[in-house]
């Protein structure tokens, strides 16, 4: 764990605090930015279809990135909500980790990051515009897979942390609620759609709020993976007529 980070890792965020280390930490880390290259995320994906054989290819695909986006989104948003701290976790500036399993198993970062400078800069742009967006674009392209259940699975992770961060401390106000907008407002500041906006409801049911997702993210198709229960926008006849033809 970075010791400087430490204070980010309470309650159910402290699963996540090994996710990112400094260099010489781990051995055999790949550039982030060769995840974009065609044949290292095949190489990676097909590592990762070992552990589900016979597996759905878009729902390896989708699992795959939520391991990658636990592995990252969770310590830099929990880094800009609860000290409000900006991580260099730009795909160019990060190595990648990878188990052996060919999932992220944790992501090297340069350093540890820096307070934010208190102005106008948007203090997720980094993790959004740096890494997340143009790795989906990029594994959209090679394998097929929708955007949106690529952006739901990233925002659905997101969200979650800022769930977390209330639980376990006192998140900075700023943070907290440039974070809430992100997942509200249908455009960014450059005018383009934004991809989380609406990624994460909460219908009601029976009178009580529900938390769940816009994208199903697949994993009902990989042997062995139970669903997500209540957070699937599918009806759960679906699921298990899908399941069982797959």
């Keep these: 764990m970075i010791a400087s980070l430490a204070p980010c890792f309470a309650g159910n965020l402290h699963w996540y605090k090994e996710t990112l280390a400094l260099p010489g930490t ?3 880390a790949i550039a982030g930015r ?3 290259e065609k044949g290292v995320a095949e190489e990676l994906m097909s590592r990762f279809a070992g552990t589900y054989p016979g597996g759905d290819r878009n729902a390896l695909v989708s699992m795959w990135t939520q391991w990658h986006f636990g ?3 969770i310590p830099a948003t929990a880094a ?10 730009d795909l160019d500036a990060i ?3 990878p188990h052996e399993s060919g999932r992220t198993a944790a992501l090297v970062i340069p350093d540890d990051g820096k307070p934010h400078p208190g102005n106008a800069t948007e203090r997720f742009s980094r993790l959004f515009e740096g890494h997340v967006e143009p790795l989906i674009h990029s594994f959209a392209g090679q394998f097929g897979v929708s955007k949106r259940l690529l952006w739901t699975n990233a925002a659905a992770i997101f969200e979650w942390t800022l769930q977390q961060a209330l639980e376990v401390g006192a998140p900075c106000p700023a943070a907290l609620e440039e974070g809430r907008v992100l997942l509200r407002q ?7 759609p ?3 906006c609406g990624a994460i409801c909460y219908p009601l049911e029976q009178g009580q709020p ?3 997702r816009k994208v199903c993210c697949l994993r009902y198709l990989l042997p062995g993976v139970e669903d997500c229960g209540s957070l699937c926008p599918l009806p759960p006849t679906s699921r298990q007529q899908k399941s069982a033809s797959a």
Aim: proline share 6%; hydrophobic share 45%.
């Design 26 to 28: 781990h051995g055999g």
């Design 210 to 212: 529900v938390r769940r």
């Design 80 to 89: 800009i909500l609860l000290l409000d701290r900006e991580l260099p976790v």
């Design 34 to 36: 060769r995840l974009l």
């Design 186 to 192: 249908r455009c960014g500041g450059d005018g383009r």
């Design 194 to 196: 934004n991809p989380i």
């Design 95 to 97: 190595g990648i980790v």
């Design 71 to 73: 592995a990252l989104v």
